[in-house]
């Protein structure tokens, strides 16, 4: 049985998990877009937003806690300046899954994960 364990595997150790997730986290906030597989997707999804979260919240100790989880300093100012005035007034939800066509070579189900308007 599955008791008491979160988030899936994905087939990889701890640490290259981790950084997995980090690289596609900082990636979909730098570029506001990415296309992955679904799994990871919903995965990544969490994470980003509770950056873009702690970037509405501000403050010092906010921001170094987004950069434990953004790789690249540039996108947490973006989150911290941009990204927190754009979901000012917006309570959570700022990423949509869109599914597109399966992965050509293992036929993954692929997905785009965008930041909304």
Do not use: C, W
Not at 12 to 37: M, P, Q, W, Y
Not at 72 to 101: C, N, W
């Amino acid at each position: 049985m599955k008791h008491q364990i979160k988030g899936r595997g994905l087939g990889r150790s701890g640490g290259h998990r981790k950084a997995l997730f980090r690289n596609l986290v900082t990636d979909l906030l730098k570029h506001e877009k990415i296309t992955t597989t679904e799994a990871k997707a919903k995965e990544v999804r969490s994470m980003a937003e509770k950056v873009i979260t702690l970037g509405k919240k501000g403050g010092l100790h906010s921001y170094r806690q987004a950069l434990t989880v953004v790789t690249d300093e540039h996108v947490a100012e973006k989150v911290f300046s941009d990204l927190a005035k754009r979901y000012e007034q917006r309570p959570g939800g700022y990423t949509r899954i869109v599914k597109m066509a399966p992965r050509v070579g293992d036929a993954a189900p692929a997905v785009k994960l965008e930041l909304v308007e």
